[in-house]
Nanobody, 125 residues
Framework: QVQLVESGGGLVQAGGSLRLSCAAS????????MGWFRQAPGKEREFVAA????????YYADSVKGRFTISRDNAKNTVYLQMNSLKPEDTAVYYC??????????????????WGQGTQLTVSS
């Protein structure tokens, strides 16, 4: 069992930056691929970024490639999403998710076993 708690969301102006964190419970964090997804009002939840258990492989949605960076610190049981050059269309609830043994890191929701409660990001124009 893994529990995930996101933090770091908030209100930021377009062009600004923000870093989301996702803290995981449990001793097997390093066995999990981790992903970030987001859901905007009235839209389906979509993939944002994923990282392998070691951090050696990363995968991004085209919409965030070059602006967002996913990373992890297995010693701290935490995964991060650094978001730069934010746009109003990045406004959404951001969720982190964990997938046991998944490699390569994938962008499909059904492959993830555990989910956090989400954190709101609002980007003003």
């Amino acid at each position: 069992q893994v529990q995930l708690v996101e933090s770091g969301g908030g209100l930021v102006q377009a062009g600004g930056s923000l870093r989301l964190s996702c803290a995981a419970s449990g001793r097997t964090f390093s066995s999990y691929a981790m992903g970030w997804f987001r859901q905007a009002p009235g839209k389906e939840r979509e993939f944002v970024a994923a990282i392998s258990w070691s951090g050696g492989s990363t995968y991004y949605a085209d919409s965030v490639k070059g602006r967002f960076t996913i990373s992890r610190d297995n010693a701290k049981n935490t995964v991060y999403l650094q978001m730069n050059s934010l746009k109003p269309e990045d406004t959404a609830v951001y969720y982190c998710a964990a997938a046991l043994g998944l490699y390569p890191p994938a962008g499909t929701e059904y492959e993830y076993d555990y989910w956090g409660q989400g954190t709101q990001l609002t980007v003003s124009s």
